[in-house]
């Protein structure tokens, strides 16, 4: 981000009052970098941005998608109380 414009764009608030924003740096949207780079998955349960960026950086074996690693929500799930 050192010497890089950075403009971030409010899109929406979430159900806890926090904004939900696109940000850049010279123009080039981080969430979808971070997605492409396998930085960060596509969370498809709010948002369908960034799916596409999700599927080429998993069949490519890029960072979260090298290893046994699942998203947050998936290792929530697994911890609750069955029953």
Do not use: N
């Amino acid at each position: 981000m050192k010497d890089r414009r950075i403009e971030c764009e409010a899109k929406t608030t979430d159900r806890y009052g926090r904004t939900v924003a696109i940000c850049r740096a010279d123009g080039v949207d981080l969430g979808m970098a971070m997605v492409r780079g396998g930085m960060a998955w596509a969370f498809i349960r709010y948002s369908h941005d960034y799916v596409q960026q999700g599927l080429e950086a998993k069949a490519a074996g890029f960072g979260v998608h090298s290893h046994g690693c699942e998203p947050a929500w998936e290792w929530r799930a697994h911890q609750r109380p069955k029953g």
